[in-house]
């Protein structure tokens, strides 16, 4: 079946300029990660949203970054003013469900490229 | 605040040789989870482990989990060129959430 699929691939944006990423998730999988890749730290957990519940913020580097999932699949991540540390790879995941009660390995989408010049 | 180190950061081995790469982290956590990268590419998950004790195999890969050591390890037997890779390992901050902190990854080169 399909995979995560997200967009666009690469994205080249000039400082101050607002983007927006999105993410498809796998069908039916009620959670969704987004996660960034930089050289300088590593990979990052950013936001996470789990159905219909008010979404896990707590990674979000700043104020300028937000998300939002509609209707329960796709999600966009939005970055406002941009600068150039937001330079990075942004990476979507997805898993059937999450809770304590189990555990299941995150899908990841191939990512977007993001640079900021 | 939850930290995962992995060690070493950068190996080199040629084929046919045994390796491990140890992944340490600060807190309690009874998950944790390795993934492959490849150059340009996404992560593509190898194992889940979810309890001390756990050891999981797969091909050439064996990954184990000791909780109360706060360690994991990714052990490589008879390495091929084709397991050349960034690994990582990651775990769960058991909140339920399954938010994953990811080790800085192992960048492994197996020469021919």
């Known amino acids: 079946g399909a995979g995560v699929s997200q967009s666009p691939s690469n994205k080249v944006t000039e400082k101050g300029k607002d983007v927006e990423l999105r993410c498809d998730p796998i069908s039916g999988h009620t959670a969704l990660y987004w996660y960034r890749q930089s050289l300088g730290q590593g990979l990052e957990f950013l936001i996470y949203?789990?159905?219909?519940?008010?979404?896990?913020k707590s990674g979000l580097p700043s104020d300028r970054f937000s998300a939002e999932r509609t209707g329960g699949s796709v999600s966009t991540l939005t970055i406002q003013r941009t600068q150039q540390e937001d330079s990075a790879v942004y990476l979507c995941?997805?898993?059937?469900?999450?809770?304590?009660?189990?555990?299941?390995?995150?899908?990841f989408g191939p990512g977007t490229r993001l640079t900021v010049t | 605040e939850l930290k995962v180190e992995q060690n070493p950061l950068f190996l080199s081995m040629q084929e046919g040789k045994n390796y491990t790469i140890y992944c340490n982290y600060s807190?309690?956590?009874?998950?944790l989870y390795w993934y492959r990268q490849d150059p340009g590419k996404s992560l593509e998950s190898l194992f889940v482990l979810l309890s001390n004790g756990a050891v999981k195999q797969e091909g050439r890969l064996m990954a184990s989990l000791d909780t109360k050591a706060r360690l994991s390890t990714l052990h490589i037997t008879a390495a091929v060129h084709d397991l050349s890779a960034t690994y990582f390992c990651a775990v769960d901050m058991n909140q339920g959430a399954q938010k994953l902190v990811f080790g800085q990854g192992t960048r492994l080169t197996i020469n021919p």
């Open positions: 995941a997805s898993t059937p469900t999450s809770g304590s009660s189990g555990a299941y390995e995150q899908y």
């Open positions: 949203f789990q159905g219909n519940s008010a979404p896990d």
């Open positions: 807190t309690t956590s009874d998950r």
